[in-house]
């Protein structure tokens, strides 16, 4: 009888995800979004095979249809014979900190495709729609050998930008309703997106929506920017589907030969290792005998009105400074 391997070790997991073993992927994922004291070592053996997924970011207004739309991405990527992953983030349940909202239940119709794999993540309070772990849980992904990763973020409006961060191309999808694409607007959509769709392109407007977005993008091109590419999909149906995907490809590939391709995931990975260094002193302020005492000496303190916050927080992190130079 065939007895999986113990995956409780970054050297067993890893070994396992270039394995193309589902079950480690899950386990690593579950890693990331707990913080286990492995993830650094796990990410260790695996950095090196990361950077070959094309990732989008599929973001825009609630009720725009991005779960719809991605779900039928993934369907014409999975008929070229490509393998997918799907990120979806959603809201945090105030319960149980989990995710409101099952990828299983809103694709049912991907969920037993063995080249697909979905996550769904809660947002746990971050801003901008993606959990903190999203970045990790993209790597782990790109090495386990998917072709493009479909990262669809709750639609939460001004916070968007962290999507652009961590992908390689961001699109946002509207509605043709009468001032959406304002809405979008003043939403700071514009300033992040790469691709605009307008869903739901059977509905009355929509041709006049193309119109509205192309002339409020004239203008940001007009300032240096790229030419910004406009689609209509019709995504129950799987209409301008295939067009998107094979536009959003033409927009990767022609960013290579001028470096920009290049530069965007430098900057991805800069905002990376900041965040990643933040969570680290953030973490340090409390891990350890003198972070534990000094929080609950400031907390007093501060309570007492015996300190000022913003005087209490820079000797924190003095402390974690020390302690971290310390354990170096």
Known sequence: MYHPPALNSPSALSDAIMRRDRRALSRAMSWVEDE??????LFRRLHQ???RAIRVGITGPPGAGKSTLVARMATVLRRQSRQVG?????PTSPFTGGALLGDRIRMPELADDPGV????MATRGSLGGLAAATHEVLDLLDVFGVDW????TVGVGQSELDVARMTDVTVVVLVPESGDAVQAMKAGLMEIGDLFVVNKADRDGAD???TELRSMLALRERHGGRPLVVRQTVAVKGTGVAELLEAIEQWVEAGRPDGQFTGRRRETERWRLL???QRKLVRSLTIGPAGELALARLTTEVLEHRLAPHDAAAELVEVALRDVAGRA
């Open 149 to 152: 990763i479909l990262v669809e």
């Open 49 to 51: 095979r990361t950077g």
């Open 86 to 90: 799907i990120v979806a983030v959603d």
């Open 36 to 41: 286990h004291a492995g993830v650094d070592d």
């Open 275 to 277: 965040h990643l260094a």
């Open 208 to 210: 006049r929506a193309v």
């Open 117 to 120: 794999f979905m996550r769904s």
